[in-house]
């Protein structure tokens, strides 16, 4: 790919699923597929990390899902956001620009401000 891949910090992946399927419904390797295009190809899911946390979700209520058919004719689960997803979403947004606001304060910090 040429470009250097950002590390993925750990907590965000749910969140980032939630994103890219509140986009609209996906199967698995379209959530993958997502995340890397909405993120300007800067992150990338590895399966393993991707499949545990679509059962996670699931089994928390955050995401359904159902049997359709993929692009190329075969059997998919696809994913969507419920009603209660949409919650965690916007809990889990709210909490992370709070976060990156409280990191990118200490990283300003000089010598001069202790």
């Known amino acids: 790919m040429g470009k250097k891949q950002l590390d993925l910090l750990q907590g965000t992946l749910d969140m980032l699923i939630l994103k890219a399927v509140s ?15 909405i993120s300007g190809e800067k992150l990338e899911i590895q399966q393993g990390s ?11 209520g955050a995401i359904a899902s159902e049997w359709g058919e993929s692009e190329n004719k075969r059997k998919a689960k696809y994913y969507r956001l419920t009603t209660a997803g949409k919650a965690l979403l916007r809990d ?4 992370w620009n709070r976060m990156a606001g409280v990191i990118a304060g200490v990283l300003k910090t000089v010598p001069g401000d202790l």
């Open 92 to 95: 889990e947004t709210e909490k």
């Open 50 to 60: 991707l499949y545990p946390a679509l059962y996670r979700l699931e089994h928390q």
């Open 23 to 37: 986009l609209g419904p996906l199967h698995g390797y379209g959530v993958l597929l997502r995340i890397q295009q």
